[in-house]
């Protein structure tokens, strides 16, 4: 039933409603120390200061350190966003290549598929719940909008130099509610 010892370790386990399986966060400047329900002087603590993937996790004396200190985020990894572009006429393909910014940088491209009216398509599969930069090429002209087409949310239009966030051309029939 857990342990209020130096280098006890911190396991995921079923919820037992137990305290041992109780924290508190507490507010230390911009972060947080968690504090154990067992003991008020014990708290999460990454073992011997580690900064490596997979280093393990017990509960510490609290002693301030930067190895008891954590950080909130949002866990939105997996959110795709469909991206809508109207090119000039004279292009004939469409490809999007589109950088991620939350969790480290990330450069991909995808080619675009037709829709109507002019529109291509193409899904980020992964936005990650944060901002994206887009920028488009027939593959040999580029539109970057002069590396300021950056959107959020599940949906961006991008036309004459413009990006709207959460909206679909109005030439796709949708049951969006």
Do not use: H
């Amino acid at each position: 039933g857990g342990s209020a010892r130096n280098g006890a370790n911190a396991l995921q386990y079923s919820s037992n409603g137990g305290r041992n399986q109780k924290w508190v966060a507490v507010r230390s400047g911009s972060s947080y120390r968690l504090v154990s329900a067992l003991s008020q002087s014990m708290v999460l603590d990454v073992a011997g200061w580690s900064t490596k993937d997979g280093a393990n996790v017990d509960v510490w004396t609290s002693n301030g350190g930067a190895n008891q200190q954590w950080k909130f985020a949002n866990a939105v990894s997996g959110k795709p966003m469909t991206v809508w572009y109207r090119p000039d006429s004279s292009w004939k393909k469409t490809e999007l290549y589109y950088r991620t910014f939350v969790g480290g940088e990330s450069l991909s491209s995808v080619a675009m598929e037709k829709a109507c009216g002019g529109w291509y398509k193409a899904v980020v599969p992964d936005s990650k719940g944060g901002k994206v930069r887009l920028a488009f090429t027939d593959g040999s002209e580029w539109d970057t909008g002069g590396m300021r087409y950056y959107a959020t949310g599940d949906s961006a239009a991008v036309a004459g130099g413009q990006v709207i966030a959460d909206v679909t051309p109005n030439c796709v029939a949708t049951t969006k509610q």
